[in-house]
Each structure stands twice: as structure tokens, then as C-alpha cells.
């Protein structure tokens, strides 16, 4: 069974610092990968998405994240945050093939930017 | 154009009673997941419908979670006899099509407190 795991629960930054939040999965076939965004009292958002050619993805609101595949890794970063990035990352994969292309998500990394 | 809504947003139960949770998915949209949040993790799958088929139920925890979704649209799942380990938010999705490059739009959530 495939899983993901995210390596930091909670990261406090100041503004205008630089993010990187890591995430591993354990899978041997072809995923798609996802990094959704959920702000405080909204429901979970996608933030960007890989599904095949250039590895080096950017999303929405100046994020961007690279897939390594033979780290079996996709971490998420952006160079200058902000105080409205505050919020949970989830990072998830989904294995092409599989019934329904469930997602699978990791455990979440709580952001918290001060001004 | 509404997004996925999901009612009760709040929902508390006594254990042992039973429950619905409902999700009104986009529009058109074939697919629809649902999936659990427990406190402080990442959203775990739970079960997958194409129009009216439920096609994969492997992430149901126990013979006490029943989904359906009899036209097609509007699904339900029912937990019943509920016990405090159920206590979590229960999340609806939903996606055009059940290709692997379809993005999952995600409901606010129900957050369920069994007491």
C-alpha cells in the first residue's frame, strides 16, 4: 500500500522567509502528486499538481515544487512567504491505475507565518 | 457555481445513535469520494462512487459505514451504532470524471463529535 509522509508537523517563519516543506512517498508505479492548501476556516484547496513532464511545477500564489523520482519526493517551496500563507499543507498522491484514483495524503504541516 | 456542499457543517451524537452526512457534489461531476479526518492527520480515503456504482470501498473502517448515492449526485454516508473513535471530519469530493488527471474538489466538511 502507498503512503506519504510529511516530514515537519508544525513550522513557524517570519515574513518574507523562504518555505520548504518535504514529502516523501513510498509507491513503485506512476503517481500523480498533489499539494493541497487549507486556510484557516476553508476546506482543502489544490495548491499545484504533477502529472508528467517538467518536474518543476509552479502553483498558484508563487509556490512551486519539484518531483525528484529517484527520491521518490515532492517538496513544496516559496521563496518569500507571506502572513496569509498561514495554513495546513497536505501533500498527496494518487497511483495511476488504481480504482477510482483515490488520493493518498500525508499527515499535514501546520504553517504559521508571523508578521 | 456552487462548489461541493456538505450538511450538517456540525454534527454531535451519543454514542450509539446513528447518523447521515450528506454531500452535494459540483454539478455534473462524475465521480465522488469521501474520505475521514481525524484530529491532527491527513484525510483518509473511505470510499469512491462513479454516478451511481460504488466502485471501491476498502477505506470503510468497519461494516457500520454505509455510502450510497442513488442517482448519481447527492450521496450519504451513514454511520451507524456510532462509537467516540468515529469522532472526526468526514469529507466529500468530487471530480469530473474518474481519469487520473481530474482534479478533487473538496467540501467544506461534517465535523462528527461522538460523546
Known amino acids: 500500500a502507498q503512503s506519504v509522509s510529511q516530514h515537519n508537523h508544525h513550522v513557524i517563519l517570519s515574513e518574507a522567509a523562504s518555505l520548504e516543506l518535504g514529502c516523501n512517498y513510498s509507491?513503485?508505479?506512476?503517481?500523480?502528486l498533489f499539494w493541497y492548501v487549507q486556510y484557516p476556516g476553508q476546506h482543502l484547496q489544490l495548491l499545484l499538481k504533477?502529472?508528467?513532464?517538467?518536474?518543476l511545477v509552479k502553483g498558484i500564489k508563487g509556490f512551486e515544487a519539484e518531483f525528484i523520482k529517484s527520491k521518490f519526493s515532492f517538496n513544496l517551496r516559496k521563496p518569500s512567504v507571506q502572513w496569509s500563507d498561514t495554513a495546513e499543507y497536505f501533500c498527496?498522491?494518487?497511483?495511476?491505475?488504481?480504482?477510482?484514483?483515490?488520493?493518498?495524503f500525508g499527515g499535514g504541516t501546520r504553517v504559521l507565518v508571523k508578521p | 457555481g456552487a462548489g461541493v456542499s456538505q450538511s450538517p457543517r456540525y454534527k454531535v451524537a451519543k454514542r450509539g445513535q446513528d447518523v447521515a452526512l450528506r454531500c452535494d457534489p459540483i454539478?455534473?461531476?462524475?465521480?465522488l469520494f469521501w474520505y475521514q479526518q481525524a484530529l491532527g492527520q491527513g484525510p483518509e480515503f473511505l470510499t469512491y462512487?462513479?454516478?451511481?456504482?460504488?466502485?471501491?470501498k476498502s477505506g470503510l473502517p468497519s461494516d457500520r459505514f454505509f455510502a450510497e448515492r442513488p442517482e448519481g449526485s447527492v450521496s450519504t454516508l451513514k454511520i451507524q451504532r456510532t462509537q467516540q473513535e468515529d469522532s472526526a471530519v468526514y469529507l466529500c469530493?468530487?471530480?469530473?470524471?474518474?481519469?487520473?488527471?481530474?482534479?478533487?474538489?473538496f467540501g467544506p466538511g461534517t465535523r462528527l463529535t461522538v460523546t
Open positions: 469530493a468530487s471530480s469530473l470524471d474518474s481519469g487520473s488527471t481530474y482534479e478533487q474538489y
Open positions: 509507491y513503485g508505479g506512476t503517481v500523480n
Open positions: 504533477y502529472f508528467s513532464g517538467d518536474p
Open positions: 498527496a498522491v494518487k497511483s495511476i491505475g488504481a480504482a477510482g484514483n483515490k488520493l493518498t
Open positions: 454539478s455534473g461531476h462524475v465521480s
Open positions: 462512487f462513479q454516478n451511481e456504482a460504488q466502485l471501491d
